[in-house]
């Protein structure tokens, strides 16, 4: 789950990382009266899931609470591309408006999950306010890392390392060990899957200070973290992800034409992929899990449906836990009642396989039954060109 810049800095301030003041303004009078507060040089700043918003428009400076008011009449309501929205953008709903911040360096730090060696890898670079991915491609010399074994957490040597690297001394050192413990500590406590500062400033005052903020979190571990769960703003969402959440389904809206129905993350990943090797491309990834059952499969079926780009549907269920023939039949009965006009191809196997071929081969709706993986991607990459 992901959350707004602002929310980042309210969840670190907790924890002790040093951020701007600031405020929410939702319309231009709003911002206006937060400038004439804050005093001085203030940054209006769109609040969306995405980065770049600088680049595309979203980020301004303002010298006095009537310029907060104009820049923030210009930027709420606006449709923001960056490179992370893609071309179609994202609507601004929020500003942020914040202390304006006399800058003297821009540094990058950053905490990540490393799968492969299930340890927390910390990341900081002089080079601040630049895309890391393009730092780790042309200079990744330039990325210094710290691997952190969870069971013992973050030694203080390790954060010494790190901020000596990022060229800080005496009372800026000191000041970067305390900023990378509380990132630390941040993202320890509240379960999350990404936290990164970019930039972290120097001012000119010496002081060392997150001037922006994402942090990404654990969507396993938001029962744990009411508080965190609340900041979740839909808005930011696909509708169609946000429905299949209602349902306890795994949804993620691709931009392929095949849509994926399948039991299994690990056997989601596979299908997607012979999917495009038999010359197509998926248009979600959909988990049903493996307890599927009729008003599981409706829902599903219900949200492919809702993707106007599907031109045709792959089901692909191994029956380890679940049966064959119960997902068969739940199959047959959540298309009974719902009207599906596209072609369908299943791909059952496991336990009672063979019945549950059976029940779909002898219902009076229009399947296609592929008995191999390989074959049923080919038949819907078909179904997909036929319907084109």
């Known amino acids: 789950m992901k959350i707004h810049e602002y929310q980042a800095k309210e969840v670190l301030k907790e924890f002790g990382v040093p951020v701007p003041d600031g405020g929410l303004a939702k319309t231009p009078d709003e911002a206006r009266e937060i400038a004439e507060r804050l005093g001085g040089t203030v ?10 918003r600088g680049k595309g428009g979203g980020v301004k400076i303002a010298k006095t609470p009537d310029e907060a008011h104009e820049f923030a009449n210009d930027i709420l309501g606006m449709q923001l591309v960056t490179h992370q929205t ?6 601004v709903k929020q500003v942020w408006i914040e202390q304006g911040t006399e800058i003297e360096r821009e540094l990058y730090l950053g905490i990540v999950l490393d799968r492969e060696q299930s340890r927390l890898v910390i990341m900081a670079s002089q080079d601040g306010g630049m895309d890391i991915e393009e730092v780790a491609a042309n200079t990744p010399e330039r990325i210094l890392k710290e691997t952190v074994d969870p069971s013992v957490g973050l030694l203080r040597f390790q954060a010494s390392r790190l901020a000596f690297g ?4 005496g009372d800026q050192q000191k000041q970067g060990v305390r900023f990378i413990n509380a990132l630390y500590q941040a993202y320890s406590a509240t379960d999350c899957s990404l936290a990164e500062i970019n930039p972290m400033v120097i001012t000119k005052d010496g002081d060392v200070v997150a001037l922006d903020a ?3 979190f654990d969507d396993n571990a938001l029962l744990r973290h009411k508080d965190i769960f609340e900041l979740r703003d839909t808005d930011e969402e696909d509708p169609l992800e946000v429905e299949a959440s209602k349902f306890d389904l795994n949804y993620i809206k691709l931009d392929g034409e095949v849509g994926c129905m399948v039991n299994g993350a690990g056997l989601a990943m596979a299908t997607m992929d012979i999917v495009k090797y038999a010359g197509s491309s998926p248009a979600n990834f959909l988990d049903v899990g493996g307890g599927t059952n009729v008003e599981r499969v409706k829902n599903a079926f219900r949200i492919l449906m809702s993707d106007k780009d599907v031109k045709a549907v792959l089901i692909n269920i191994f029956g380890g836990i679940v049966r064959c023939d119960r997902v068969a039949e739940g199959v047959v009965q959540a298309l009974h009642s719902l009207s599906v006009d596209l072609p369908i191809v299943v791909r059952i196997q496991g336990t009672n396989a063979e019945e549950g071929a059976k029940i779909l081969e002898e219902s009076d709706l229009e399947f296609r039954v592929a008995r191999e993986l390989k074959e049923a991607a080919e038949g819907v990459v078909e179904a997909v060109k036929s319907t084109a």
């Open 43 to 52: 940054v209006v700043k769109a609040q969306i899931h995405a980065g770049g």
């Open 86 to 91: 893609g071309p179609e953008g994202q609507k």
């Open 214 to 216: 994402k942090m990404n």
């Open 166 to 169: 990022l060229g800080l001394e």
